[in-house]
């Protein structure tokens, strides 16, 4: 059950529109997996569960901080335009 909980939660959130978004959702994701694993080391479960809060807020603002922003581009009569990345 778990194991479909988990799957269920990594889909969703990478279900995102944009690329910030799904970036921000990795981080989170990455970053709570990883300060539970810590935490729960360091300090049993509550450890854990404080890891997890911290490591998802830290991996959600460093995983919006590195996505790529909107890129633009001249056009022929000098105009900013908004264009793929």
């Known amino acids: 059950m778990r194991k479909i909980v988990a799957i ?3 889909a969703l959130s990478l279900a995102a529109c944009t690329t910030t978004q799904q970036r921000t959702a990795g981080g989170a994701l990455i970053g709570g997996g990883t300060g539970a694993v810590i935490g729960g080391i360091a300090g049993g479960g509550r450890g854990a569960a404080i890891g997890a809060a911290v490591g998802a ?7 919006a901080a590195t996505s790529p922003g909107d890129c633009y581009a001249r056009d022929y009569y000098g105009r900013m335009v908004p264009v793929r990345c």
């Open 8 to 10: 269920s939660v990594v």
């Open 57 to 63: 807020g830290t991996g959600a603002v460093i995983g």
